[in-house]
């Protein structure tokens, strides 16, 4: 087995998938030519504290008082993630108990949770399935599950389900350690350059705790929104502000068959 400190529950659990116990959410493919942002493998933890179905609740208890964790990956022989076993799911037990001195109600617990309560191994405690990650994914996509499933890390599995890593909040934000220097590198010359091919000298970029300046001038007005978008999307910055001004406006309206008419008859 091998271990790595993590924390954190993974958290609730989406749909079954035909054929697993995992569900790795949809998410665009990415257009031809974009630039590379860093991905989930580049920033996972790959050494991962998992568990067996059959694994026992005071086993499971352990490795999360060892490794100072607080949920645990249920895997199969093969490895696929079938599951997510988190303290909450453990405290079902504690909680199921009478008070000794009679003084808290008594709690009625459904049937779910009274199952939970009963359950002695990994395979009757678990959450199924885990909502999971995929190692290509960027942080942006990752950070927008565990924001949809108030989750605080993903098991990261590939095309198979197998375990593979996990990306965790702290990962994420890895992103944002990037140098000024190497922001103010990939702005000048895969956004501004290669990708828009405004060349070197027309904009300005100045990069300052991830704070991005923008200064100069592009040749139409319509392209100002679109170099403050790609550059939000570059890793590492926090926030764009520009002044830019533009050669071209083509951004007005073109005028309809009535306005036309009415400009060549008027004197």
Do not use: Y
């Not at 978008?229 to 068959?257: F, I, M, N």
Request: net charge positive; with cysteine; proline share 6%.
């Amino acid at each position: 087995m091998t271990h790595a400190a993590v924390r954190g529950p993974f958290g609730p659990c989406g749909s079954r998938r035909p054929g697993g116990q995992w569900k790795q959410e949809r998410t665009r493919p990415r257009e031809a030519g974009a630039m590379r942002h860093r991905t989930v493998s580049d920033l996972m933890t790959t050494s991962v504290v998992k568990v067996h179905r059959d694994t026992g609740f005071k086993e499971i208890a352990k490795l999360l008082a060892e490794h100072d964790i607080t949920a645990v990956p249920v895997v199969n022989d093969e490895e696929r993630v079938m599951g997510v076993v988190s303290e909450a799911d453990l405290l079902r037990k504690e909680a199921a108990q009478l008070d000794p001195a009679g003084l808290l109600p008594v709690l009625h617990p459904g049937p779910a949770d009274r199952a939970k309560a009963e359950a002695t191994t990994a395979a009757g405690l678990m959450h199924s399935p885990a909502v999971t990650a995929g190692p290509q994914w960027t942080a942006v996509e990752a950070a927008q599950v565990m924001e949809r499933h108030r989750v605080k890390r993903l098991p990261v599995v590939d095309e198979a389900g197998r375990l593979v890593g996990l990306i965790s909040r702290a990962d994420l934000l890895r992103v944002f350690l990037r140098s000024d220097s190497a922001v103010r590198e990939e702005i000048s010359g895969e956004v501004l350059l290669r990708t828009l091919g405004i060349m070197p000298g027309a904009v300005t970029v100045r990069v300052v705790d991830g704070r991005v300046s923008l200064k100069g001038r592009v040749e139409r007005k319509s392209l100002v929104p679109v170099v403050i978008r790609l550059c939000q999307g570059v890793d590492g910055v926090v926030d764009v502000s520009a002044e830019l001004r533009h050669r071209v406006d083509d951004t007005s309206s073109v005028p309809g068959p009535e306005a036309s008419r009415r400009a060549e008859l008027a004197p």
